[in-house]
């Protein structure tokens, strides 16, 4: 077994899941934002993608974070006639961002970066565990 390549696709699993993590805060720090002048569209839910690569120099695949998509269901509509940003009918579009998903998403992201995280952890122990065998 390679350590090392463990260790890495590991690694590489970290990295893509703190994108998505970033990516499901942004969602969730907007999801009750408004646009900035009536009949605007306000901010569209943004939904990330991994996409696997051939890393030449472990001879493995590693996984990344591709691109980021936006989700193009429709936004939220609130009857709010005083609103700034309402329309001539008096509704204001609000984020298609449904806070529940986005809660179930992050701590979906939480639990695969726990998992990296452990096998970065198993390994390491592995291989000290190795040393300690090697030194007797």
Same mark, same amino acid.
């Given at each position: 077994m390679d350590f090392m390549k463990t260790m890495a696709i590991a690694a590489s699993g970290l990295k893509a899941q703190s994108g998505r993590m970033r990516v499901?805060?942004?969602?969730?720090?907007?999801?009750?934002? %408004?646009?900035?002048?009536?009949?605007?569209?306000?901010?569209?839910?943004?939904?990330? =993608?991994? *996409? =696997?690569e051939l890393d030449r120099s472990l001879d493995a695949r590693v996984v990344e974070l591709g691109r980021v998509a936006t989700d193009k269901s429709d936004f939220r509509l609130k009857y709010e006639p005083g609103h700034p940003a309402a329309d001539a009918?008096?509704?204001?579009?609000?984020?298609? %961002?449904?806070? $529940? %998903?986005?809660? =179930?998403?992050?701590?979906?992201?939480?639990?695969?970066?726990?998992?990296? %995280?452990?096998?970065?952890?198993? =390994?390491?122990?592995?291989?000290?565990?190795? $040393?300690?065998?090697? *030194?007797?």
């Open positions: 499901i805060s942004e969602n969730i720090a907007n999801a009750d934002s %408004v646009p900035n002048a009536p009949g605007a569209d306000p901010y569209r839910r943004k939904i990330p =993608t991994f *996409k =696997t009918n008096g509704n204001v579009k609000y984020p298609n %961002v449904n806070s $529940l %998903v986005e809660m =179930t998403d992050m701590r979906e992201a939480q639990r695969s970066y726990e998992a990296n %995280v452990n096998i970065i952890s198993a =390994t390491r122990r592995m291989i000290q565990r190795t $040393l300690d065998i090697l *030194k007797a």
